[in-house]
């Protein structure tokens, strides 16, 4: 798959093994991008993150490998592999791995 090729049809991909880990930073790849929302998937070096932002759509995270601390209004919540994290629209958040972490990010525009 090249970086926006949207995942083939009537295939089976481990979404983890799509995107990997970086020294020291954040990797990223854009799965699929379309007017109505987005799928990216990240990944995170132990103690890199994201700062308090808003987003105007509702963001949902799904961790798929490590344990990351997510503030979402205020509210802290770690998320392990397996777990989902609704950010929803115009809500202050931040993410920041608590070791090495993978994410798919789901961005629902509305």
Known sequence: MTPMQPIPPAHVVQLEGLVQYADGSIVSRTLVQKP????????FDSGEGLNEHTAPYDAYVQVLEGEAELV???KSVVAKRGDTVLMPANVPHSVEAR?????????IRG
């Open 72 to 74: 979402v209004g205020g």
């Open 36 to 43: 109505v929302g987005s799928l990216t998937l990240f990944a």
């Open 99 to 107: 070791q090495r972490f993978k994410m798919l990010l789901t961005m």
